[in-house]
């Protein structure tokens, strides 16, 4: 089984943004460190 994970944003303004799409086997810390890093990376 998979998940997939969405991750939303809100502005300043108050409108949401999806900052990206996941598809993981399972919510382990290595897979969300793979996530945050990722957002890290682009500068979110």
Do not use: D, H, P, Q
């Not at 939303?8 to 409108?15: K, N, P």
Request: proline share 0%; no cysteine; net charge positive.
């Amino acid at each position: 089984m998979r998940a997939i994970y969405i991750v939303l944003g809100v502005t300043i303004e108050g409108y949401k943004e999806v900052l990206g799409i996941w598809i993981g086997k399972s919510e382990s810390s290595k897979f969300w460190l793979m996530v945050l890093n990722e957002l890290k990376n682009r500068e979110v």
